[in-house]
């Protein structure tokens, strides 16, 4: 995959949520751009460890970590509360970290089957509790890490039963959340409609990245899968990050909106529940309840029509 060109970030500043591969790359590219880079952590020492890395390898010192777990949901909230206070505009919110396929049915302190809170319901209350400096520094971009598995046979939005308590399966927990974040760009960009505001989902490409972990040892023979994989179908991390720095900086990506990406192109969907508003619709509303969110984004009309009234 061809390495994309960043143009000139000088003044701009991301969050990405990941410190390793995938967010790595991301971050590599947009410093050597000059922009700000905040990186968002579970394990903050680790990330320390990149960040010193990082600056040495962009000659960028504007470089940091802070930390944030996206399966717990009162550290989310108090990142966004000290980046409002801080008063520091932000023009990139990249809702990257995740995790696959993991064995056993997990269950976070805020009760939610663990893969469906960190790879969406994290980052559904991360970009709402944001939104507010990203309004203010519009021109801004929002981008989800969707997948292929959104498209897998077990991709659904099971609207009984989320948290998969009574029919939970590797891979249908990650290929429910990674549907889940692409039907999330998709209804937040429409909610979003002139706020200068863009909102896209994307696919990475099957990365060799740390998330393979789960699936060697879920697997029989499952080092041995790894193997073969990685050497005729894996791309490496830096390939697969392009498409979410293309997405975040080209001027192509400037203006769109409501995308799904992949290989730095405009893809489709070949889930049908793509396609259902409103699902779409349902799954935002069930979500803000889930994160303990009284209100989301109102559509433009909504608004418009409540503006009118306060007048």
């Not at 999330?184 to 490409?205: D, K, M, Q």
């Not at 193997?227 to 293309?246: D, N, R, S, V």
């Amino acid at each position: 995959m061809k390495i994309v060109e960043v143009p000139d970030q000088t003044g701009k500043v991301a969050i990405i949520t990941g410190y390793r591969g995938l967010a790595y790359y991301s971050a590599r590219a947009l410093a050597k751009a000059n922009a700000e880079i905040i990186l968002l952590a579970r394990n903050v020492e680790k990330a320390k460890e990149n960040v010193e890395i990082l600056k040495k390898e962009t000659n960028n010192e504007k470089i940091s970590v802070e930390y944030m777990d996206l399966c717990k949901f009162d550290t989310i909230r108090a990142f966004a509360k000290s980046y409002l206070e801080s008063k520091k505009p932000l023009h990139i919110l990249m809702n990257n970290a995740g995790v696959m396929a993991i064995k056993d049915r997990q269950v976070t302190d805020d009760g939610n089957e663990v893969q469906f809170q960190t790879n969406y319901l994290g980052h559904f209350l991360l970009t709402h509790l944001l939104l507010p400096v990203l309004r203010t520094s519009a021109p801004s971009r929002i981008i989800l890490l969707s997948s292929t598995a959104h498209m897998m046979p077990q991709a659904s939005i099971y609207k009984n039963d989320l948290n998969l308590e009574k029919s939970y399966t590797p891979f249908k927990g990650y290929c429910q959340s990674k549907l889940a974040c692409l039907l999330f760009a998709y209804e937040l960009s429409r909610r979003l409609v002139g706020t200068n505001i863009t909102v896209n989902a994307l696919h990475p490409g099957v990365v060799d990245t740390g998330l393979w972990i789960h699936i060697i040892d879920y697997f029989p023979f499952g080092k041995t899968l790894y193997k073969w994989f990685k050497k005729f179908f894996f791309i490496t991390a830096e390939e697969g990050a392009q498409t979410q720095i293309y997405v975040a900086t080209s001027k192509e990506c400037e203006t769109e909106t409501g995308h799904y990406y992949s290989n730095c192109k405009k893809a489709i969907s070949f889930n049908y529940l793509s396609y259902k508003k409103q699902l779409h619709k349902e799954l935002y509303e069930k979500s803000l309840e889930m994160v303990g969110l009284e209100k989301g984004v109102d559509y433009p009309e909504v608004s418009q029509t409540e503006n009118k009234k306060d007048k």
